[in-house]
C-alpha cells in the first residue's frame, strides 16, 4: 500500500508540491484577510468613539456657550444704559420743564440709538462667544485627546481667562464706538422727523433700514468693534512676555483671521438681520389694535412718534435680558451661527493641529 503511494507521489511531484503550496499560500493569505478586516474593524471602532466623543464635547461646548452669552447680557445692558440714559431725560420730562420739547428731541434720538446699539452689540456678543469658545473648546478637545504628542496644554486655564477678556474691547471702547456711529445715522434718519408725525410699522422699518445701511457701510468694518485691530496690549511689552501672553496672542490673531473671512461677515450679517426681524416682532405687538376691538391688524396701522419713543426706549430689557427671552434665543438658536461654530470647532479639534 505504501509502495503505491509513494510511486503516485513520485508520478505526480510537481503537482503535489503545487497544490500543497496553493493550499498553505491560501491558509496564509485567509489569516493575513483576517487580521487586516479585523485591524479594519478596531480603527471603525476607535473612529466612531473618537467622533462620538467629539460629538458630546461639541454640544457640551454649544451649552456652555448659551450659558455665557446670558451671563454677559446683563454687564452689556448696563454697559448700554450707562453710555445712554434716557431714564435721566424721562425724569426730566415729569417735573414739566419749559424746555420740554428740546428733551423731547433728545430722547427720540437717545431711544432709538440705544435700542439699535442693543440689537447690533448683542449680535456681536452671541457671535464673539462662538468664535472664541469654539476655539477654546476645540483646543481643549485636543488637550484631552489620548495620544496627544505635546505634554503642556494648549490652552491652560491662565491663558483661556486672558484671551476672554478681549470681550471688555466690545462692552467697553468698542461700545462707544458704535454709539458714536449708531447715534450719527439715527440724527441723520429722524432729526427732521416731528414727534407728531404717525409711523406705519413698515415706516418704522424703513427707518430703521436706513440706519442701518448708513452705520453698516461706514469706514470701519463691523467686525472692529467685537476686537481691536491692533496687536493685543501684551504684545506692546518691549520683552518679559511669558508662554502664555504669547499663547493668548496666537489665539487672538487666530481669531481675527476668522473675522477677516467671508463666511464670518456672512454670519454676522445673518445675526443683525434676525435681530432687526425681532425687534420689529416685538414692536409690532404695540401697533395693533387693543384686546376686544374687532379691527384686523394692517402693517399701514400707525402711531404718533412721541407714542412709538417710550416703546422702542423700552426695548433694552427684552434685547439684553438674562433671562431667555424671544429675542436671544432667536440669536442662539440661528442656523448660520450654528454652523459656523461647528466649523470653528472641528479646524481648531482636527489631530493636525497638534503640529502647530
Avoid at 72 to 101: C, F
Avoid at 161 to 166: K, P, R, T
Avoid at 325 to 331: E, G, K, R, T
Amino acid at each position: 500500500m505504501f509502495s503505491s503511494v509513494w510511486n503516485f507521489v513520485k508520478r505526480h511531484k510537481r503537482k503535489v508540491i503545487f497544490t500543497g503550496a496553493l493550499v498553505g499560500g491560501v491558509y496564509f493569505l485567509g489569516k493575513y484577510a483576517q487580521k487586516k478586516l479585523s485591524d479594519m474593524q478596531e480603527k471603525e471602532a476607535s473612529d466612531y468613539i473618537s467622533q462620538a466623543r467629539r460629538q458630546f464635547h461639541f454640544e457640551s461646548n454649544q451649552r456652555t456657550c448659551n450659558m455665557t452669552v446670558l451671563s454677559m447680557l446683563p454687564p452689556l445692558k448696563e454697559a448700554i444704559t450707562n453710555q445712554l440714559n434716557s431714564e435721566s431725560l424721562t425724569a426730566l420730562l415729569k417735573e414739566k420743564p419749559a424746555n420740554k420739547l428740546e428733551i423731547w428731541e433728545d430722547l427720540k434720538i437717545l431711544s432709538f440709538t440705544r435700542t439699535i446699539v442693543g440689537v447690533y452689540s448683542t449680535c456681536m456678543l452671541v457671535v464673539l462667544l462662538r468664535v472664541q469658545l469654539n476655539i477654546i473648546g476645540g483646543y481643549l478637545y485636543l488637550d484631552n485627546s489620548v495620544g496627544k504628542s505635546s505634554p503642556s496644554p494648549m490652552a491652560p486655564p491662565e491663558v483661556q481667562q486672558q484671551y476672554l477678556s478681549s470681550i471688555h474691547h466690545l462692552l467697553g471702547d468698542g461700545l462707544t464706538e458704535l454709539i458714536t456711529v449708531v447715534k450719527k445715522a439715527v440724527q441723520n434718519a429722524l432729526e427732521s422727523v416731528p414727534l407728531k408725525q404717525s409711523l406705519s410699522l413698515m415706516e418704522v422699518e424703513q427707518q430703521l433700514s436706513w440706519i442701518r445701511a448708513e452705520v453698516e457701510a461706514g469706514e470701519r468694518n463691523m467686525s472692529w468693534f467685537l476686537l481691536a485691530d491692533d496687536q493685543n496690549a501684551l504684545a506692546d511689552q518691549a520683552c518679559g512676555l511669558t508662554e502664555n501672553d504669547v499663547v493668548t496672542i496666537r489665539l487672538l490673531n487666530e481669531t481675527r483671521d476668522m473675522f477677516d473671512s467671508p463666511d464670518f461677515s456672512t454670519v454676522l450679517n445673518s445675526s443683525f438681520n434676525r435681530g432687526f426681524s425681532r425687534l420689529l416682532d416685538n414692536l409690532a405687538e404695540f401697533f395693533r389694535p387693543p384686546p376686544g376691538d374687532s379691527a384686523p391688524f394692517a402693517a399701514s396701522d400707525s402711531l404718533p412718534l412721541a407714542k412709538i419713543i417710550p416703546i422702542i426706549n423700552g426695548q433694552i430689557n427684552s434685547i439684553c435680558s438674562e433671562t431667555p427671552s424671544h429675542f436671544v434665543q432667536d440669536l442662539l438658536m440661528n442656523d448660520q451661527v450654528k454652523e459656523f461654530a461647528a466649523n470653528v470647532y472641528e479646524t481648531f479639534s482636527a489631530p493636525q493641529d497638534l503640529q502647530k
